[in-house]
């Protein structure tokens, strides 16, 4: 890809305002790295929830928002449309990302809306189209999973991501790169591992012990969401089309490190329901969710509004599809032969704080329960 490299190119993000969106934006902007970004959304900026840092980014001269449901063609031909030329480059973070929606919303909000991406950066002359995926693609077992291992998808997102990734595939004349992270996190993080955090911290105002269903060994990869922005652009100019890459880091990340991290950050004990109580649960794994999530909306709901927060995109919900006992388990590694180092190799109690931190600071996240002791 070096001629696109030649000179700064143009930039078109699909999903733009979403949690890897907006930071994939601001790295672009603050390294600057593009002559223009497009950043096309359904979601206007002014209710986006974006902090201080992420403002700033939208604002600046090169960046141009379009609002777009990419749903339909008609508007994805509009995203695309540029009086100055073709774009270079096409980032897709758009999709449906929350879990326990039909069937349908999956198949319009994942399947649909990415084949008319791709199908319209094929028309569009785009010289590199990267689609986003998920690793759930792969079998939920202990084993770890390199992109080659076997498929079998474990949520619905997942299952709609996998046949993105078949039917793109089939698009002749389309240059693409298919990412598929592990759990993402870092700053903007909703539903990654920020609701473990929400958690945390209203068993902190609780004062009881935090149980968690299976156990410790429960595997959790993740990887930092600077570091998914800084592989998106590597990818840009390095890799094969039709190339798959994992994003993982190197923390061996299980649910027993993630409670330890979030325990060690609220000063709270924890302790897990085992395998036997779990698969009791089991047989009644919506009743058991749903009085879990009860538990915790009430208490989150009361410090919100003990601190003033009238409005927030945050919760302490975990929908059912996540709460199985199923490993997330990825080798991050393959992406590295290409020349792409992780800067962020490790899930560390200070990465989580920063996010707590932006939270509070935009106004978004109870200050009560970070700094009550």
């Known amino acids: 890809m070096p001629k ?8 078109l993000i699909l999903g733009g305002l979403g949690f890897v969106g907006r930071n994939l934006v601001c790295y672009l902007i603050e390294h600057k790295l593009c002559s223009k970004i497009r950043a096309v959304d359904k979601v ?47 980032i897709n973070c758009a999709a449906e990302t929350r879990y326990g929606q039909s069937e349908e919303v999956y198949a319009d ?23 986003i995926s998920t690793a759930q693609v792969y079998s939920c077992d202990k084993g770890i999973s390199n992109e080659d291992s076997k498929k079998s998808p474990w949520t619905h997102i997942a299952k709609y991501k996998l046949m993105v990734e078949q039917e793109i595939a089939k698009l002749d004349g389309l240059n693409f790169i298919v990412v598929r992270p592990a759990i993402i996190y870092g700053k903007a993080d909703r539903q990654g591992l920020m609701p473990r955090l929400i958690i945390g911290a209203v068993y902190k105002q609780m004062e009881e ?21 800084r592989a998106l652009w590597h990818l840009t ?15 061996d990340t299980s649910q027993g490190s993630i409670t330890d991290i979030v ?16 698969n009791m649960a089991r047989l009644n794994m919506a009743g058991t969710v749903d009085d879990s999530n009860e538990k915790h909306l009430e208490p989150w709901s009361a410090a919100c509004e003990k601190d003033g927060i ?22 991050g590694s393959k992406i590295e032969e290409s020349g792409f180092s992780y800067n962020y190799p490790e899930l ?3 990465l989580l704080k920063e996010v707590l931190d932006d939270y509070v600071e935009t106004g978004l996240f109870p200050p009560s329960l970070v700094h009550a002791r």
């Open 4 to 11: 696109i490299m030649a000179s700064k190119p143009k930039v």
């Open 44 to 90: 206007p900026p002014q209710t986006a929830w974006l902090n201080e840092r992420h403002k700033a980014a939208f604002n600046h001269d090169s960046v141009e928002f379009k609002s777009a449901n990419l749903i339909h063609p008609a508007s994805v031909e509009s995203a695309f449309r540029d009086s100055g030329g073709d774009f270079d480059i096409c």
């Open 109 to 131: 909000g994942v399947f649909k809306l990415s084949i008319n991406c791709a199908k319209q950066a094929r028309e569009s002359n785009v010289k590199r189209y990267i689609e």
């Open 209 to 229: 012990k935090m149980k968690l269903l299976w156990t410790k060994d429960l595997k959790m990869s993740t990887v930092h969401v600077i570091d998914v922005c």
């Open 237 to 251: 100019s390095h890799g094969s089309s039709g190339d798959v890459f994992n994003l993982a880091d190197k923390s």
């Open 263 to 278: 325990c060690e950050i609220f000063g709270i004990e924890h302790d897990y329901f085992g395998t036997v109580l779990s």
């Open 310 to 331: 009238h409005s927030t995109p945050l919760s302490p919900y975990l929908d059912q599809e996540l709460l199985y006992d199923n490993h997330l388990f990825v080798n």
């Open 348 to 350: 560390t109690p200070e």
